[in-house]
């Protein structure tokens, strides 16, 4: 069983930055791929952007630009790093550790409004 933590999130004007980290509880986190997902009210949950164990990176066309995912094995944390946020960018945020099992964090709640 693998425990994920969020945290970072908030309430930031449209044109900010915040910065999310997700904490995992494995010794084994540098086997998982990670990513972030999103989900706004009324809509499904999105992939936002992915980290593979091998470094690769993939995101959403909607953040390409704007937003950047990195992990630090020593810490075993990801983190994403918002830029230029847009409204649109508000939603509950979700971590993800994938490997033969996947495993979902609480969310942590981001708002860009002014």
């Known amino acids: 069983q693998v425990q994920l933590v969020e945290s970072g999130g908030g309430l930031v004007q449209p044109g900010g930055s915040l910065r999310l980290s997700c904490a995992a509880s494995?010794?084994?986190?540098?086997?998982?791929?990670m990513a972030w997902y999103r989900q706004a009210p009324g809509n499904q949950r999105e992939l936002v952007a992915r980290?593979?164990?091998?470094?690769?990176?993939n995101y959403a066309d909607s953040v390409k630009g704007r937003f950047t995912i990195s992990r630090d094995g020593a810490k075993k944390t990801v983190y994403l790093q918002m830029s230029s946020l847009k409204p649109e960018d508000s939603a509950v945020y979700y971590c993800?550790?994938?490997?033969?099992?996947?495993?979902w964090g609480p969310g942590t709640q981001v708002t860009v409004s002014s």
């Open positions: 980290i593979t164990d091998g470094g690769s990176t």
């Open positions: 993800l550790a994938k490997a033969v099992r996947s495993y």
């Open positions: 494995t010794n084994s986190f540098s086997l998982y791929t």
